[in-house]
């Protein structure tokens, strides 16, 4: 990423993790270190990935990265911005202002909560 390329912070917590199936799309993205949003959110499980949601008290637990403009874009179609997820600008602990992609409450009304805020420890337990 060059110095003229417009950086932006964003905090991921699911399949964009390392390690999961589409941290490929960060490849580019400069990696600023493990990180949890302020408890302020609810995790919720869909099956092969896992969504957002502000409004409730649980620390998200996700890594923190600078991508640049065509890096956002790429994440904007995988997550569906704005018809499905959206990139909302948010607090992350120690860390500052950060964008990740929620969902509304009433998307995910209903669906299991992750109580851990943490989508990986999750994948553990479903594997054991």
Same mark, same amino acid.
């Given at each position: 990423?060059?110095?003229?390329?417009? +950086?932006? %912070?964003?905090?991921?917590?699911? /399949?964009?993790? %390392?390690? $999961?199936?589409?941290?490929?799309?960060?490849?580019?993205?400069?990696?600023?270190?493990?990180?949890?949003?302020?408890? =302020?959110?609810?995790?919720?499980?869909?099956?092969?990935?896992?969504?957002? /949601?502000?409004?409730?008290? /649980?620390?998200?637990?996700?890594?923190?990265?600078?991508?640049?403009? +065509?890096?956002?874009?790429?994440?904007? =179609?995988?997550?569906?911005?704005? %018809?499905?997820? =959206? =990139? $909302? %600008?948010?607090?992350?602990?120690?860390?500052?202002?950060?964008?990740?992609?929620?969902? /509304?409450?009433?998307?995910?009304?209903?669906?299991?909560?992750?109580?851990?805020?943490?989508?990986?420890?999750? $994948?553990?337990?479903?594997?054991?």
């Amino acid at each position: 990423m060059s110095a003229s390329d417009c +950086s932006i %912070r964003v905090f991921v917590y699911g /399949t964009l993790l %390392r390690g $999961q199936p589409n941290h490929r799309l960060l490849k580019g993205a400069v990696f600023i270190g493990d990180a949890r949003t302020e408890a =302020r959110f609810e995790l919720v499980d869909l099956g092969p990935f896992p969504a957002m /949601t502000g409004g409730g008290v /649980t620390r998200v637990v996700g890594e923190l990265y600078v991508v640049d403009a +065509s890096t956002l874009s790429a994440l904007d =179609r995988l997550e569906g911005h704005p %018809r499905f997820y =959206r =990139r $909302q %600008r948010i607090r992350v602990e120690n860390a500052g202002a950060a964008y990740a992609y929620l969902v /509304t409450a009433e998307q995910a009304r209903g669906l299991p909560v992750i109580a851990s805020g943490d989508w990986r420890q999750q $994948q553990k337990e479903k594997c054991s």
